[in-house]
C-alpha cells in the first residue's frame, strides 16, 4: 500500500521514458478522487508507478479478488450487475469558506500554491484539520473554534490525518523521514516505530483517550502482509506496544472504546473480511448479507463502515454496521470512508458525498462551478470539506 510520499519516491527512483504529463497535476487531480485518509487496502508496484508515470491516469490495484480497478479512481471498476445509485436528497444545506490563515496571502503569490483542503474533524466539530498544498507538499492547519493556525510540524511536508474531540492531532510527516508524529498542547511527538519495522501505514487514528494505532511493517516488505504488525500507541507514550492481531491484519482506526477495526488481507495483500478485535487480538467478523470480500474503514459510536465486494461485481459497495444490533447493511455504490455516531456516512468513491439513511445529500460549493468533496463529520451533522475548480481548493463546511 502506497501512499503519496511513497509514490513520489519510487517515481524519482523509475528510470522512465521523458513524458509531458504533469505528473504533479495528476498527483493532484488523483487526491481529489481518493481521499488518503481513508481509502485502504490498496496494493501497488513500482511497475504501476511506472506507468503511471507514462500513461495517465493512475492505476491502483483495489481490494477484493483480481477486480480490475477505475484507472482515474483507484477504486474497482463497475460491472454489469451494478447497486443502484442513491437519489438525492431534498434536504437542504448551506456552505460556508473556513477562515485562511494569515499565511494565505504568501501563499497566493506561490505558483506552487493549488489551495487549502480539510482532511480531518474531531466529532465535536471544533477542531478541523487540513493543509495548504504547496507543489506536492503539505503545509498542515489546525482549525480551532473556526480560528485557523498553521502547524510547525515538519519543514518539508505533514498530513493532519485524525484529530480527538481534545485537540490532539496525529498524523504523518516528513518526506526522507516519513515518520507518524503526535500533536498535542503545542508539543510535537514523534510516535516511534516498531523495531526492524520503520514502514508504518495508511495513516494513523487517535480515540477520545489519545490512543494512537497504525500498521508497521520492515522497510523492505511493503507489499508482505505477512510481516505486518498492529502498533498501539498508548495516550501520552511514544513507544509502541505490539497488538497481537492475527497474519494478514490490516487495521484502520481505533474506538473511543479501544477496539480495533480493519480487515484480514490475504498474502497478496487484498482484503478478504472485515474485523473488529478486542487489544488481546479478540476477533469479531462483520458480516456482509450475501457473501464477499469487504473492509472496515471507518466507525463512530454503534457505527462501522467500509465497503464490500462481490465475486460477481468488481465495484464496492459502501457497507453500514450496527455493532448494537448486529445489523448489516448495503448502502449504494462506492466506499465508506467515514461515519459519525447517527450513522450518516461519507462514500468516498469516486469523490466524498454524504448519505443520510442511504440517499445522497446535494452538497453547494463556495466556488463558482467548482467540485465538492466531504472529508469529516461530526456528530452534530456539521460536514467539513472543500471546493475545488480544476486548479485550487477551498476549505469549508456545511450544515444540512
Not at 490495484?61 to 443502484?84: M, Y
Not at 494505532?213 to 505477512?226: E, G, R, T, W
Not at 509502541?240 to 479501544?258: F, K
Amino acid at each position: 500500500m502506497f501512499d503519496e510520499n511513497e509514490f513520489r519516491t519510487l517515481l524519482a527512483e523509475a528510470d522512465v521514458p521523458p513524458t509531458r504529463v504533469d505528473t504533479g497535476q495528476v498527483l493532484r487531480n488523483g487526491r481529489r478522487r481518493v481521499r488518503r485518509r481513508r481509502l485502504a487496502g490498496v496494493g501497488s508496484t513500482l511497475a504501476v508507478a511506472v506507468a503511471a508515470a507514462v500513461t495517465v491516469p493512475l492505476i491502483i490495484s483495489s481490494p477484493g479478488r483480481g477486480q480490475q480497478p477505475d484507472p482515474a479512481t483507484g477504486t474497482a471498476a463497475p460491472s454489469a450487475t451494478a447497486v443502484p445509485s442513491p437519489s438525492h436528497s431534498p434536504i437542504a444545506c448551506s456552505v460556508t469558506a473556513l477562515a485562511m490563515p494569515p499565511e494565505h496571502q504568501a501563499w497566493q503569490a506561490n505558483p506552487k500554491f493549488h489551495g487549502v483542503e480539510v482532511n480531518a474533524a474531531d466529532p465535536t466539530g471544533r477542531y478541523i484539520g487540513g493543509h495548504a498544498v504547496i507543489g506536492q507538499n503539505f503545509v498542515p492547519i489546525l482549525w480551532t473554534d473556526g480560528v485557523p493556525k498553521v502547524l510547525s510540524i515538519d519543514p518539508t511536508t505533514a498530513s493532519i490525518d485524525a484529530i480527538n474531540e481534545h485537540g490532539v492531532v496525529v498524523g504523518i510527516a516528513g518526506l526522507t523521514d516519513r515518520r507518524a508524529y503526535r500533536y498535542q498542547a503545542g508539543t510535537v511527538t514523534t510516535l516511534r516505530a516498531p523495531t526492524g519495522k520503520p514502514w508504518l501505514y495508511p495513516q494513523p487514528d487517535v480515540n477520545a483517550s489519545g490512543d494512537v494505532v497504525m500498521n508497521a511493517k520492515p522497510a523492505d516488505a511493503q507489499d508482505d502482509m505477512s510481516r505486518t504488525v498492529t502498533a498501539l500507541w498508548k495516550a501520552g507514550s511514544d513507544t509502541p506496544v505490539i497488538v497481537p492481531l492475527p497474519v494478514g491484519a490490516n487495521v484502520q482506526g481505533i474506538t473511543d472504546d479501544g477496539m480495533i477495526f480493519g480487515g484480514i488481507s490475504n498474502s497478496d495483500g487484498f482484503v478478504q473480511d472485515a474485523y473488529l478485535w478486542d487489544q488481546q487480538g479478540q476477533g469479531r467478523k462483520l458480516a456482509v448479507p450475501g457473501g464477499g470480500t469487504a473492509n472496515a474503514i471507518a466507525a463512530r459510536g454503534d457505527w462501522v463502515t467500509g465497503g464490500a465486494w462481490r465475486d460477481t461485481q468488481s465495484d464496492p459497495v459502501v457497507m453500514l454496521w450496527n455493532l448494537r444490533t448486529g445489523a448489516a447493511k448495503e448502502v449504494t455504490s462506492g466506499l465508506g470512508v467515514f461515519v459519525n455516531s447517527s450513522g450518516r456516512v461519507i462514500n468516498g468513491a469516486p469523490v466524498g458525498t454524504v448519505l443520510v439513511d442511504g440517499v445522497t445529500l446535494t452538497l453547494p460549493t463556495v466556488v463558482a462551478g467548482g467540485e465538492a468533496t466531504a472529508r469529516a463529520l461530526a456528530d452534530d451533522g456539521t460536514i467539513f470539506g472543500d471546493s475545488f475548480d480544476g486548479r485550487k481548493s477551498v476549505p469549508q463546511q456545511w450544515r444540512c
